[in-house]
């Protein structure tokens, strides 16, 4: 074989593994956006960053240091995270769309927790109130000014 085809079957296996990475990083992005184990968050519709279960127990780790009982994060904290830091309202909405919660900026507090489930994914909730959930399988965080 000579060295030109060597060269063209190497281009184009390169190709094909890139292309098939980005194929591979859209499905997974899609399924986690369908079962709400990845969150949207946005800015006036805007998607600002998104955010997997995982990176939100990460967050957890950092806003409560130490705390094993912790069972979630503010929802401040994960604005903040994402680079949502001023607002005139918030809407949180679960996967089915069906649920939406929204707040001014002076009913946002640090009591209001993404708590985990046990499925992957976060519910909306109040400190304190594990049993009512405003929200359940959040799956999108809206910014609206």
Not at 16 to 36: F, I, T
Not at 115 to 132: A, E, I, M, S
């Amino acid at each position: 074989m000579s060295l030109n085809k060597k060269i063209i079957i190497s281009i184009v296996l390169i190709i094909l593994a890139v292309a098939g990475s980005y194929l591979l990083e859209n499905l997974s992005k899609e399924r986690g956006l369908k079962s709400a184990t990845v969150i949207k968050m946005q800015e006036n519709n805007n998607l600002v960053a998104l955010m997997g279960v995982d990176v939100l127990k990460t967050l957890k780790d950092q806003e409560s240091p130490g705390d094993k009982d912790a069972k979630g994060l503010s929802l401040l904290y994960a604005m903040g995270a994402a680079g949502i830091g001023e607002f005139n309202q918030i809407e949180v909405k679960g996967v089915d769309n069906k649920s939406v919660f929204q707040a001014n900026k002076n009913e946002i507090t640090r009591d209001y927790l993404l708590y985990f489930t046990d499925h992957g994914t976060v519910n909306l909730c109040r400190k304190n109130d594990y049993q009512r959930f405003l929200v359940e399988d959040v799956s999108e965080i809206n910014k609206i000014n």
